[in-house]
T-cell receptor, first 114, second 113 residues
């Protein structure tokens, strides 16, 4: 009965590679998000999608490309990985995108770029 | 854009004592203020939230207060227990803002026996 799930949990890769992280929610929510948590634990939003439509796109390098095939899934593809991309990436979801809905986080994907 | 400051960055208390974490925000349009708890290696989980039409909210040992005029909000944990040890994040968002949460920098709370 996992609410928000992500795969993989750990991802270790070399600089310059391309990798993807997948997220799925079974809560019936309309809005999904990607957050990055750096080594100092700072949590910052990267993207959000509402019913498959991109609504938040923070200042993120265009090497990062989110894709939402349906409202239950939000994937993150990263091209040409750099050392600075090493972080924990959290997916989250909320019922709507109106600004006051609780966001439920996935377990995170720890990305290590060597 | 919104900026949320959080203090202190670390807090150590004795078991049974109270803990208070404070946040300030910059955007007067913000009207939703959740608090998340993140245990080591785990996901952030909502522990309490408050909306701008309310000044205080309690849930057992946890309470949150909001001062809209001063743009301050605080988390109060009473009778702390070792399992309260975690990183706590405050956040802010506003209606119509796409549910964009701006997080504070986190407070590492350690409850010592």
């Amino acid at each position: 009965d996992t609410a928000v799930s992500q795969t993989p949990k750990y991802l270790v890769t070399q600089m310059g590679n391309d990798k993807s992280i997948k997220c799925e929610q079974n809560l019936g929510h309309d809005t999904m998000y990607w957050y990055k948590q750096d080594s100092k634990k700072f949590l910052k939003i990267m993207f959000s999608y509402n019913n498959k439509e991109l609504i938040i796109n923070e200042t993120v390098p265009n090497r990062f490309s989110p894709k939402s095939p349906d409202k239950a899934h939000l994937n993150l593809h990263i091209n040409s990985l750099e050392l600075g991309d090493s972080a924990v990436y959290f997916c989250a979801s909320s019922q709507s995108g109106d600004g006051t809905d609780t966001q439920y986080f996935g377990p995170g994907t720890r990305l290590t770029v060597l | 854009g919104e900026n949320v400051e959080q203090h202190p960055s670390t807090l150590s208390v004795q078991e049974g004592d109270s803990a208070v974490i404070k946040c300030t925000y910059s955007d007067s349009a913000s009207n939703y203020f959740p608090w998340y708890k993140q245990e080591l290696g785990k996901r952030p989980q909502l522990i309490i939230d408050i909306r701008s039409n309310v000044g205080e909210k309690k849930d057992q040992r946890i309470a949150v207060t909001l001062n809209k005029t001063a743009k301050h909000f605080s988390l109060h944990i009473t009778e702390t227990q070792p399992e309260d040890s975690a990183v706590y994040f405050c956040a802010a968002s506003f209606t119509g803002g796409g549910n964009k949460l701006t997080f504070g920098t986190g407070t590492q709370l350690k409850v010592e026996l």
